[in-house]
């Protein structure tokens, strides 16, 4: 069983930067961990997801070029640090946990997900 709890979320104007992070308890072991969003209306996209070997990074198309995922291993920690906002990214951002079967990009390839944090970008 994991555990995951996200942080981190608020409001921020368009142009801005915000940091989320994904805490995890329970077991360490797992393939991925993810970032996905959900707007108003609209269904669960993929964001990001980092290799739980070796760091290797994966991106969806809103986020190339503007957000960074990374990991610290001590702390079971992953963040995605979100630079140049746009309001088109507000939406509720969940972390989830892939144990290794599935695409990282594919919602239904995660096995355990958080309760999801709100990020709002307007002016």
């Known amino acids: 069983q994991v555990h995951l709890v996200e942080s981190g979320g608020g409001l921020v104007q368009p142009g801005g930067s915000l940091g989320v992070s994904c805490v995890g308890a329970?077991?360490?072991?797992?393939?991925?961990d993810g970032w996905f969003r959900q707007a108003p209306g609209k269904e669960r996209e993929f964001v990001a997801a980092i290799s739980w070997p070796d760091g290797g990074t994966w991106y969806g198309d809103p986020a190339k070029g503007r957000f960074t995922i990374a990991r610290d291993n001590a702390k079971n920690t992953v963040y995605l640090q979100m630079n140049r906002l746009k309001p088109e990214d507000t939406g509720v951002y969940y972390c989830?946990?892939?144990?290794?079967?599935?695409?990282?990009?594919?919602?239904?390839?995660?096995?355990?997900w958080g309760q999801g944090t709100q990020v709002t970008v307007s002016s």
């Open positions: 989830a946990v892939h144990l290794g079967a599935g695409s990282v990009t594919n919602i239904a390839s995660y096995d355990y």
């Open positions: 329970g077991s360490t072991w797992r393939s991925y």
